[in-house]
């Protein structure tokens, strides 16, 4: 028997109309690209969304044709965040700092019909024309005075694109499952594959950013948004804002600490969010100009995702800022959100260094995330904080396929996705991620956290660097190596590590052998390259 | 073109799971009909919810079918909250203070398979058992030695019932939409009429709770729930509750202010939800003992519906308790929640006065209820905050039928329903109820509010209670007529009132006359009776 309720599709379009009747005047404050700070209000981004809505249909765009966008946080991407998913088609935001080639590769694999760009990408969008053929026109997000000089055959000005369209569209009644963005991993093997998120996995997630479990977002914040729209739509904040009228503060391709640390003394900032390098230039840059945050911010909390953020910069905000950091965790596959660490009230007596023991952590699962942990074999492993296996999930808002099947399935048979994070979650729900599967070392049967080893060697005054990789064992299968770079002026031996490791580690755990090199493999955002490092020492092996 | 995310429903019995393994310890703290506290955790209430699915399971009990409840709030209910809806059966709370009458044919028109009932009704029970032919047997919520002894065919013991069943129960995969719960108007016309929630709905309905623009409830806070599980779900709370984790603070069947008080201040509550009267108790109880409730409770806001609030109450909680209170406007129709009456930031240099003026709204619709104002052709009026007319309402936790569909459609051809409220939005979009569309005085194509007129005439010195309703007028179609009881020794004239009004009200407003009366009709909990005021006054014509 079902229920006797309404039935109303859970829409994008919905949480704009939301806004524009709940809190009209709740503001939108943008760094535009050429330069100046822009204010618009709620009311102001339904309207122009509306505009959008318009110009897309006028442009011919059928519901579902995916448009592309290479743009930084600002007011006209918010417009198209809710004008071109409203009117049904797919926003496909690209991200800008991918290499060229990986950018044609999406902008074609998703078939985009249009792409909207911010003048930082002019140049980058006149080398790419020539190669995207579905592109029927590219559009700056500027107004004429601005347009850029670039020879792009169909080059449009996207303030005359809306200015003559009318303030009004009836945004359709979609079935809420249809698809309303989307964005490409950049897997470090393989070609990039695009996650499809719907209308009703965007609000579930908006829904759950706005609880005290998520984000607890309300119109009484003013936040910032450092992750980027181009990126998993920011965490979501947009829709969320839109949903509780919380003013949201828009940086803009201005990432650098002085640009940030001055909006959020300008704005009131009292929420931000992003990766923790952000927050470190934040960080040095109130420390070396001699500010004091604590009287000049009224930060309260930080949300920091895509990284593990070090002990340091935890305990600055604590120290320096008197604001309250919240490790989230996810993956584009997941909207991102899965677990944000927040302390139960049983914590409320604990010590700084407890405190930040805890957070230390990847946190809590969000309702509708189910989480679990597995050994090698699929069999669950218990919640005691000790053991440590494959990380699943299942949800709502969690990718069932990529687009176009690329990669072929990703669930198992009970629906689990694998996230390739090794974790432990302990009895109250807190994960951990110890390892990437792919890093871990399998020895003897069980695991080795590479992570572990290489945190414990770093704390050596001699350690500028290290990684552990696993190496080919014929007794244990695999036996981990740790790879070393020195301090310049430094020096340690082969048997002084092994033994400042000896008190930090199980002695199983210890290393077989210590390599000392002059630098490890890095991708260009600063990321170590196992799989680099392990091909790198394809062929060694440990001497009998 | 359908995104590409996990198909996972809705489902109550999913909020258990989550409270199971996300915060397992927070507590559910009971006072027992019996008479002890009783303590258990979630994880208790997850435990034994799966042993009343598989008693139910036993029991031959099949999805849909609908089983009743007379209980107060207390743990044995809450696991019937969601053993019963998580293992496809619909949970039918009944309100025991209905006459038994009309619980006679509740019961019968839900074709009530089972009927759960606490020790209070045990009598009431002994009563209806002939009566409902449906009822399979008649569970006592006890232990065996607290059975009571009642002559009733099918008597049977509840801790009896579950304790031999297994504690491990699979909750099916039910479809989202399916019927979770029930509960039934008290109409003042006609038969009562059965709300039927959906999974979904209640979902929905319990994210929004734990938003900021809903109670923002949270993992730190203690609830202590005033507002009766048997009506509307005590607004979602249960459900709200389990999603973040949530201590809630069950008082059974004692309401009484020194009751409260105490629970408030041993489980040291900070939100509290109920309608105003047990408020008006509670601070009565603290004023007359002397209690200083700032410094003896941690209480910091209270959730009042059902009516509202006098600003006293209001008043008290803020200057004595140190308390916000936050309105909250919705109906059974609405599961109940429509509106929250939150201050947004611009508001936050507001005086006490201007604090209280707003706090007397209704306030701003949850993200999910659409809501407007019509004129009596059905045209929209505008939200500036004067213009009153209908209360229309739409959204996914809204009632779209009655169960059995009686009373026939109740959505307009647009799916709006008309909560039958006279009201007024404002350009923040805060909502205040003027009156009872019933109630309304219509004049010359025009209304009047019999509330506003009410209000002000109780401010005469001599006045003791005021009602005003409209009489038929050959030229205006009704005119108000204000029918007044005077204080015991006061004395007031008609023209004295008049001129009272007269720089109070619109001119056109004034009543066309006053009647004095002893007494007004009044409801068994005290609510005036217009409907009945006029049937008295049927035959009242105004003087030529």
């Given at each position: 028997m079902l229920g006797l309720m309404q039935h109303q599709p859970l829409l994008i379009s919905s949480l704009l109309e939301h806004a524009c009747v709940s809190h009209p005047d709740a503001q939108i404050v943008s760094r535009t690209v050429e330069g100046p700070i822009h204010r618009c209000s709620y009311a102001d981004i339904g309207r122009r969304a509306k505009q959008v809505a318009n110009a897309m249909t006028t442009l011919g765009v059928q519901p579902g044709e995916r448009i592309g966008t290479l743009a930084w946080n600002g007011y006209r991407h918010m417009e198209l965040y809710f004008g071109v998913s409203g009117m049904g088609a797919v926003l496909h935001t690209i991200n800008p700092r991918l290499f060229p080639e990986q950018i044609e590769f999406i902008a074609n694999h998703a078939d985009d019909q249009y792409l909207f760009f911010d003048l930082s990408f002019a140049a980058l969008v006149e080398e790419l024309a020539p190669k995207l053929p579905t592109v029927k026109a590219f559009i700056a997000l500027c107004d004429r005075a601005h347009m850029p000089d670039i020879k792009v055959a169909n080059l449009r000005c996207y303030e005359e694109l809306i200015v003559e369209q009318p303030e009004q569209f009836d945004w359709p009644l979609l079935d809420e499952n249809s698809a309303s963005s989307m964005c490409y991993t950049s897997g470090t093997t393989g070609n990039p594959k695009g996650v499809l998120y719907s209308h009703r996995s965007s609000l579930l997630h908006s829904l759950m950013s706005c609880t005290s479990e998520g984000f607890a977002l309300s119109a009484a914040d003013a936040a910032?948004?450092?992750?980027?729209?181009?990126?998993?739509?920011?965490?979501?904040m947009p829709y969320a804002g839109a949903l509780c009228g919380a003013k949201l503060v828009l940086p803009g391709p201005a990432l650098d600490g002085a640009s940030l640390y001055q909006l959020m003394r300008d704005e009131r900032v009292t929420l931000a969010l992003g990766v923790p390098t952000v927050w470190m230039m934040l960080q040095q840059h109130a420390e070396a100009g001699g500010l004091n945050p604590r009287d000049e911010l009224c930060l309260n909390r930080v949300v920091i995702g895509g990284a593990a953020a070090p002990r340091a910069v935890v305990e600055c905000f604590e120290r320096h800022f008197d604001a309250r950091v919240m490790h989230a965790w996810g993956m584009t596959e997941m909207s991102p959100l899965g677990t944000v660490c927040h302390p139960l009230p049983k914590h409320a007596n604990a010590s700084l260094e407890q405190r930040l023991d805890l957070q230390a952590k990847q946190g809590r699962a969000l309702f509708g995330v189910s989480m679990k942990i597995t050994d090698g074999a699929g069999n669950d492993l218990p919640r005691d904080g000790r053991a440590f296996g494959h990380l699943l999930v299942k949800g709502p808002?969690?990718?069932?396929?990529y687009f176009r099947g690329e990669?072929?399935?990703?669930?198992?048979?009970?629906g689990w996705f694998d996230t390739g994070d090794i974790a432990t979650i302990d009895p109250d729900g807190y994960m951990q991620i110890t390892d990437r599967a792919k890093d871990v070392i399998k020895s003897g049967g069980e695991w080795i956290s590479s992570i572990d080893l290489e945190n414990a060697a770093v704390g050596h005054p001699a350690v500028a660097e290290a990684a552990v990789i696993g190496i080919a064992h014929p007794k244990w299968q695999e036996r981990p190596l740790l790879v070393v770079v020195l301090k310049a002026g430094q020096a340690a031996s082969r048997e002084e590590l092994l033994g400042f490791l000896g008190d930090k580690?199980?002695?199983?755990?210890?290393?077989d052998d210590v390599v000392f090199v002059d630098e490890l493999p890095h991708t260009?955002?600063?990321?170590?390259?196992k799989l680099k490092l392990r091909e790198q020492f394809r062929d060694y092996r440990f001497a009998e």
């Open positions: 910032l948004l450092v992750v980027p729209m181009f990126h998993v739509n920011a965490w979501g808002w969690i990718a069932s396929s990669g072929g399935p990703i669930l198992d048979q009970d580690v199980a002695r199983w755990w210890l290393p260009a955002t600063g990321k170590l390259q």
